[in-house]
C-alpha cells in the first residue's frame, strides 16, 4: 500500500495543495483560474455539517481559501421555513464565491410531514438531490415523493451509533425494491466504523450512491473519531480509483467532524491529501 507520505511527495501537494504556506489562502482565490480537479467526473466539495459552527459567510470564506466550490446545503445555514426571497439570497452569496449549492442535508425525517416538507424545501431551493434520513416505515412515503418530484433521495449511512442505516448494505437491503432514484449517501467514515469496507461496497452498489462524505477515521470500529484525511485507516487512493472504475458522477463531500470551533487546519490538510490522491492516481 502507497504511504500517505509517498502520495504527497509524487502529487508534489500535501498542504501546498491548497496554498499552505506563510500567505495561507489568499481572499481572492475563488476568481483565480480552474484548477483542473473538475476534469474528474466526480466533484471535490464539502458537507454543509462541516461548517456546523460557522455562519454561511465564514463557511464561504473557508470554502475560497480551500479552492472547493461544491456545497451540499444544511438548514442551519438556509433554514426549511426560509422564503423564495431569503433562498435568491442566499444563491447569491454562494455565488460571490463561485460555489453551488449541489443538494440539501442530511435531514432527518420522522414523519410525512418531515417527508412534504424536504421535498418542498427541495424544490424551492432549486436542487434534485436530498440527503435525508427518513424512519423505516416512511420508506413507502419516500418512494411516493420521488415518484412526484423526479429527485434522488441519497440516505445517509450512520455507523454503529444510530440503530437506522448503520452501512451501505443495511440501505441497499431496504430500498432494492423501491424506485432506482431512492439510493445512499456513502459516509465511507461510517462505514468503516460500521465493520465494512467502502471500496467494495462503492463497487457492489455504485447504481445507487448518489452523495459520498470522504473523511478519514483512526479505527476500523465504533470507537474510530474523525482525523484528517490520510492519518486514518481508509484507503483513500484505492476509494479514488474505484470512484474512477465504477464513472461515479456525484460529489464527495469532506464531512470533517474534529475541531468544530476550529477546523481550518484540518480541513485544509484533508482537502489537500484529497486533490494529492486524485492527481498521483491520474493514469
Do not use: W
Not at 502529487?11 to 496554498?19: D, F
Request: aromatic fraction near 10%.
Amino acid at each position: 500500500m502507497t504511504t500517505r507520505r509517498e502520495f504527497i511527495k509524487r502529487a508534489g501537494v500535501g498542504l501546498a495543495a491548497v496554498g499552505a504556506a506563510p500567505t495561507l489562502f489568499p481572499e481572492e482565490l475563488h476568481a483565480r483560474p480552474s484548477t483542473g480537479f473538475e476534469k474528474d467526473i466526480f466533484k471535490v466539495s464539502m458537507a454543509g455539517y462541516s461548517f456546523a459552527k460557522f455562519n454561511l459567510e465564514d463557511s464561504l470564506k473557508m470554502m475560497r481559501r480551500m479552492d472547493v466550490h461544491y456545497l451540499c446545503i444544511k438548514d442551519f445555514h438556509l433554514p426549511l421555513d426560509s422564503t423564495d426571497e431569503q433562498i435568491k439570497a442566499f444563491h447569491a452569496q454562494l455565488a460571490e464565491s463561485n460555489v453551488t449549492g449541489y443538494g440539501v442535508g442530511p435531514i432527518y425525517m420522522r414523519a410525512e410531514a418531515e417527508i412534504d416538507r424536504a421535498f418542498a424545501y427541495a424544490k424551492r431551493v432549486g436542487v434534485t438531490l436530498i440527503v435525508g434520513v427518513p424512519n423505516y416505515e416512511l420508506l413507502p412515503y419516500v418512494d411516493k415523493k420521488v415518484k412526484e418530484y423526479d429527485f434522488r433521495y441519497a440516505i445517509h449511512i450512520h455507523g454503529p451509533d444510530i440503530k437506522e442505516y448503520p452501512n451501505a448494505k443495511d440501505v441497499i437491503d431496504h430500498v432494492k425494491d423501491l424506485d432506482p432514484r431512492i439510493g445512499l449517501c456513502l459516509d465511507v467514515g461510517h462505514d468503516v466504523r460500521a465493520g465494512f469496507d467502502p471500496v467494495d461496497d462503492l463497487k457492489n452498489y455504485h447504481e445507487r450512491v448518489f452523495d459520498i462524505h470522504i473523511k478519514d477515521v483512526t479505527a476500523a470500529g465504533k470507537e474510530g473519531k474523525t482525523c484528517e484525511m490520510g492519518r486514518g485507516v481508509i484507503d483513500i487512493p484505492a476509494f479514488v480509483r474505484m470512484l474512477r472504475s465504477v464513472k461515479y458522477t456525484g460529489a464527495c463531500s469532506l464531512e470533517f467532524e474534529k475541531d468544530m470551533t476550529d477546523p481550518l487546519a484540518g480541513l485544509a490538510e484533508s482537502i489537500g491529501y484529497f486533490k494529492g490522491v486524485i492527481t498521483a492516481t491520474k493514469s
